[in-house]
């Protein structure tokens, strides 16, 4: 006989400390490890307690969704302007929280103790953060929720990745010819530039990070992702996540210097196989030269080399994803309001921004202005961050 399904929620930090034997059976390696998740909850200021839905079976644990419970302000945006929602109570499910089975009957389950937790008051809305559209759990959270609740635009996002070959020749090999002859004049104009100037730092252990934090710095505070508040920050939470990684031995980076000057960076992690890219970024000074595709090369040339399988890249649609990736999924970011006064207010504000997004898209798409006024924001925002340094 069968033995019917338990369902427990974990609301404090002692019992999350109690999950610990479970959890490292589900390994993932990522930002859904049980040290990372206890590092963010003590350090974010605006957490107000963990939320994990453990679902088991008699003794035996099934599945497990990590979530937490924090005051925030969704960010939401038309192209590249930020807009910002009242502040919310948010049960937030972190990226890949989703451990053990991840059917559709668990995902079920799952949803409805969100519902319910909605229902009792104990946020404004729940988020799924990056969902694989593939996957049982964003098709669930879509569908389960009443017509007044459910995400009806949720953000779709390209995730891309590249499996590794055996040796860097057949890495060489699986690009187009194109791509390949690209690659490799970026290399010869490089080298050719900065002959025996050229260097690659690895970073791996835990004194690395302090030998290099503060040139992968210099390099992060010249990109345009600096200025959008994204990618790589120079805050205690980075400091604290790179120093658990190379704790973890899954630290990876590498600085590429020109003249002992630190001009691009790669730093991610790798676990049981995968390399997760989670920071690049390069100074705009030297773009004619590519260092980011030089560095790349470098980097995956290594990986090769080393016990990974794969190199995720992430979500985005940049360039060098789609030219060197070889596997692509959607990912979905969805959102699921409580019935609320508040929590309507948001669902209905939320989907005239996406629905103005997406119109001023088109048109500009079909106008051909888009790239343009990517450039001129990027170039905007690179004056700005000068003035003010």
């Known amino acids: 006989m069968v033995e019917p399904f338990q369902l427990r929620v974990i609301r404090t930090l002692d019992a999350v400390e109690g999950l610990r034997p479970i959890w490292t059976s589900w390994p993932d390696g990522g930002r859904a490890d049980i040290d990372f998740y206890l ?26 969704l990590v979530g937490k419970v924090e005051h925030s302000r969704v960010g939401m945006k038309i192209l590249q302007w930020r807009l ?55 098709d669930t959270g879509i569908q389960m929720p009443s017509v007044l609740c459910r995400d009806h635009s949720p953000g779709v996002f390209l995730h891309c990745s590249m499996t590794l070959p055996n040796t860097t020749a057949d890495l060489y090999r699986s690009l187009s010819s194109r791509h390949r002859q690209k690659v490799r ?25 302090e030998d290099v934090i503060a040139d992968v710095e210099r390099i992060a505070r010249q990109t345009y992702q600096r200025s959008l508040g ?4 120079n805050d205690q939470t980075t ?14 980076g590498y600085v590429l210097y020109l003249d002992d000057q630190p001009v691009a960076f790669w730093i991610g992690t790798l676990s049981g196989g995968v390399f997760r890219l989670d920071y690049i970024g390069y100074d705009p000074a030297y773009e004619r030269l590519s260092p980011g595709v030089f560095l790349l090369t470098r980097a995956v ?18 360039l060098y994803k789609q030219q060197f990736g070889n596997c692509t999924w959607h990912e979905a ?20 921004v996406h629905v103005t997004d997406r119109l001023v898209r088109i048109l500009l798409e079909r106008t051909n202005l888009l790239p343009r006024l990517k450039r001129a924001w990027r170039t905007h925002l690179k004056s700005v961050d000068a003035r003010s340094s």
């Open 333 to 352: 970011i969805i959102y699921i309001n409580a019935l609320t006064l508040k929590g309507i207010a948001f669902k209905v504000m939320r989907t005239l």
């Open 39 to 64: 590092m963010t909850l003590r350090s974010t200021k605006d957490c107000l307690r963990p939320h994990i839905i453990l679902l088991s079976r008699g003794e035996t644990p099934h599945a497990m």
């Open 185 to 209: 004049k970026c290399a010869r104009d490089l080298l050719a530039a900065y002959p025996d100037r050229v260097r690659v730092a690895r970073l791996q252990q835990c004194g690395d990070t």
């Open 84 to 138: 910002t929602s009242p502040r919310l109570v948010v049960l937030e499910f972190v990226y890949r929280g989703l451990l053990g089975d991840q059917s559709a009957e668990t995902c079920q389950i799952l949803i409805t103790s969100i519902l319910d937790s909605l229902r009792r008051g104990e946020a404004d809305v729940a988020l799924l953060n990056k969902v694989r559209t593939d996957c049982a759990l964003h």
């Open 239 to 252: 400091r604290q996540w790179l120093a658990l990684t190379a704790a973890k031995g899954w630290l990876r």
């Open 230 to 233: 994204v990618g790589l920050q």
């Open 301 to 318: 040339e290594d990986l090769c080399q080393s016990t990974a399988r794969e190199v995720d890249f992430g979500h985005g649609s940049e």
